[in-house]
């Protein structure tokens, strides 16, 4: 019971990144880049809407297991539900397991979250993250991967990277077979390179359909970027089998 809400994490990542056409690299970006990860998090679990699953959870529901209380789930909450999530984590890259570079990463995040008795759910993060001697494939880019909620057109890399995000999202429809759920979402990032910095600025909005039995998501999105002016458009298919 101590260690109920604390997640520990270890693993390790290969990566061989090879460019064919070397006109487009430097050597140095070419080559076999391992590295052991390890991550401490602590914080509540979330309560998701309808009761959404993922991993073994995800699969069970696929047989008809974890169904049971999927009716209390879709109801509106008895009070508003609030908590907090802490998650660090660390890279190292060495020579010692096969790397051509010896590298560090470092990243963290702090996040708050708000589930309302209508089931709309408010989520606001801070992530940041900090390199050193960062291959170019390893660097921080300004995607979803390192914390943005949005889709862009273009990504900045560096070896720091500090983002801000808030999204806000609303059971638009939900019944047992499944739930269309609405977002609305807003990033703010910043990225360093070599003494040069870059800014990242943008809103948008999606709407994705899920079905409680099969954890097959279907959404579509737009994404306005105020430093590139633009709108992208994008749509997905995901599932966790």
Known sequence: PP??????????????????DRTLSSEKENGQFNSLVFSIGY???????????????????IFGMGMAGLEESLKPLPKIETSWGVLLTIERGDELLGSDRNFTKATAQLKHNTVFR???HLEAALNGAVGSDLPESRRFATNRLNGLKGVYAREYRGESLAVATAEYSYPLFQNRVGGL???GFMDLALCRQDQKEWGRQGVGLEVSYRFWRFPLPLGLGITYSFDDRNWQYSAAMGGVF
């Open 118 to 120: 209508n089931r709309g």
């Open 43 to 61: 914080g509540k679990a979330v309560r998701t809407l309808g009761g959404y699953d993922s991993g073994a959870g995800g699969l069970g529901r």
């Open 181 to 183: 759920i609405g977002k």
């Open 3 to 20: 260690l109920r809400d604390w997640k520990l994490y270890g693993g390790i990542t290969s990566s061989q990144v090879d460019y064919r």
